[in-house]
């Protein structure tokens, strides 16, 4: 990606990110609409229960540039996407990271961790996404993982 492309989906042009957002993809699955954001299943699960929470509100790159009244919907979204995946998962540790640097536009990673992963004991990120190791679960196992995080956000919402 070019330094211009990133600077215009900053500005909210052509951001794939925004919403309205495709429900699956080559990335992703919708495991839930929150209050002010959307939670998706990733492709990629090496560290199985990896998410992404994705804020919906309107375009915006960082935390800072929400109202408190969206940052508080936010956290409270963020918060009850945690606990489910925390309760499906059972990871060793749980990592929850606000990047941007890819695309410029406000999402939390949720990411697992387990003692054993490839990357135990350190950030994910210090290895370049074309190196970065990529499991596929088998359709079964992760419609499975998908129905578990969704009900379990259901309960986490209640």
Known sequence: MTTTVW???REGTGCPLDAP???ANEH??????LSISSLYLATN???RGHCQL?????????ADQLTMDEWRAFSEDLFAAQQA???VTRPDHLN??????LVPHLHWHIIPRYFGDPRWGMPIWTTPLSAMPETRLEDHDRN???AAIRAAVRRSRR
């Open 21 to 23: 957002r495709a429900v």
């Open 85 to 87: 995946i925390l309760h």
């Open 96 to 101: 929850v990271e606000l990047l941007g640097n």
């Open 54 to 62: 994705v804020f919906d509100g309107r375009h915006a790159c960082r």
């Open 45 to 47: 699960q090496t560290y």
């Open 28 to 33: 992703w699955d919708l495991v839930a609409a």
């Open 144 to 146: 499975a993982l998908l």
């Open 7 to 9: 600077q215009a989906w």
